[in-house]
Structure formats: C-alpha cells, structure tokens
T-cell receptor, first 110, second 115 residues
Framework: DQQVKQNSPSLSVQEGRISILNCDYTNSMFDYFLWYKKYPAEGPTFLISISSIKDKNEDGRFTVFLNKSAKHLSLHIVPSQPGDSAVYFCAAIKGFKTIFGAGTRLFVKA | DVKVTQSSRYLVKRTGEKVFLECVQDMDHENMFWYRQDPGLGLRLIYFSYDVKMKEKGDIPEGYSVSREKKERFSLILESASTNQTSMYLC??????????????FGDGTRLSIL
C-alpha cells in the first residue's frame, strides 16, 4: 500500500511556463514533506521541504504547497527551464522513516 | 558539500553469488540508508543504521543484510543473489533523527544486474 503517490509518471512543459508536480499521501501523521530532484546517472538531491504545520514554502523559482485537508502536496516551478528536466520525487517523513513516491519525469522543452 | 560515494556504478553478478555494495560518507553523519529504486515503485528502504554496529530493517529487508563497522561506511550484502534483486541501489546519509526535516544525501547509485 503506497502511502505517498505521484499519479503522473511524466509531465511535459514549455520553457518559461509553470510546471506543477503533484503528490498525494494517505497518512495525516507525517511531520515533513520534501521534494527531491534526480538527473540520470546521479543520486536524488534535495530541492525543497515543508513542515506539516505550514501551507506554503518558497525558494526562488520553486514553491511547495501543502493542502492538509486534501492530503495533497504540489511543487510549482516558475519559470521552467530546460535544466529542470529530471525526475522529481515527493517524500514524506514521520520520525525516522522517509517514504518516497514513485517519481514524475519532467520534460521542459526549449 | 556532503559526499556520499558508492564503490561501483555498474555491477554484474551471477545468481547465487554473495554480493557486497559499499558506501562511504564524509560528513560524519549518524544515519545511513540503503534503498533500491525500481520503475513505478520509487525508492524503497532496505535497511538503515543510526549508529556504528546498529541496524534496523526497512520495508524490504528479505535477502539482504548490512554491516556498519565504522561511522563513515555502510555495506549492503546480498547473501545469495537472485534475478529479482536486479535494480538500482542507492545509499544515503543524514544527520540524527532529532531534526526530522534534515534531508538525506544520496550517492550516485549502483546499477546491479544479476544474471
């Protein structure tokens, strides 16, 4: 049973437009949510996080939104750049446990 | 910057062999983790360690064991490799669990093929 779900395996966006990556979770007890980015042949790297008591966190072009009532998390990238093309993993933390989604592959077209 | 180094990028082994995957981190992190990444399944935790000689099972420990004799090194062992263990293996490290939002730092992965 997947507690963290990324239902879109891939997303294609034009350069300069907004990319929105979505994530749903089932456990309301998670403390933190994170997004990681992964390029081919490299390990995932941390991108941005949000505490469960917040509803928004922003870092430059990246903003994460948390809707606790809907158990939904989204990552907005504005404006999207070709270098943002990667696989994005949503992750949720409770204590020592981090649970990852299956990932969404983002293609940003020039 | 944290550096997590996995000893091999690609590895090909035969069914029944004992396989060792090595991981070293240089940031004095207490926690170390082994995941496997499979298409459509994301990253699944095999084992983690929160201190030297300490280990805890993750979600899919069957067929694997680990060793942590030194703080900087965490080894994953496939006792008798099987074809369903063909996967990408990722090692990670992080500071102690007292700060829950501390992200994990990953190595570049080992793509293991069992023939």
């Amino acid at each position: 049973d997947q507690q963290v779900k990324q239902n879109s395996p891939s997303l294609s966006v034009q350069e300069g437009r907004i990319s929105i990556l979505n994530c749903d979770y089932t456990n309301s007890m998670f403390d933190y949510f994170l997004w990681y980015k992964k390029y081919p042949a490299e390990g995932p790297t941390f991108l941005i996080s949000i505490s469960s008591i917040k509803d928004k966190n922003e870092d430059g072009r990246f903003t994460v939104f948390l809707n606790k009532s809907a158990k939904h998390l989204s990552l907005h990238i504005v404006p999207s750049q070709p270098g943002d093309s990667a696989v994005y993993f949503c992750a949720a933390i409770k204590g020592f446990k981090t649970i990852f989604g299956a990932g969404t592959r983002l293609f940003v077209k020039a | 910057d944290v550096k997590v180094t996995q000893s091999s990028r690609y590895l090909v082994k035969r069914t029944g062999e004992k396989v060792f995957l090595e991981c070293v981190q240089d940031m004095d992190h207490e926690n170390m983790f082994w995941y496997r990444q499979d298409p459509g399944l994301g990253l699944r935790l095999i084992y983690f360690s929160y201190d030297v000689k300490m280990k805890e099972k993750g979600d899919i420990p069957e067929g694997y064991s680990v060793s942590r004799e030194k703080k900087e090194r965490f080894s994953l062992i496939l006792e008798s490799a099987s074809t369903n263990q063909t996967s990408m293996y990722l090692c990670a490290s992080s500071p102690p669990f007292t700060n829950s939002n501390q992200p994990q730092h990953f190595g570049d992965g080992t793509r293991l093929s069992i023939l």
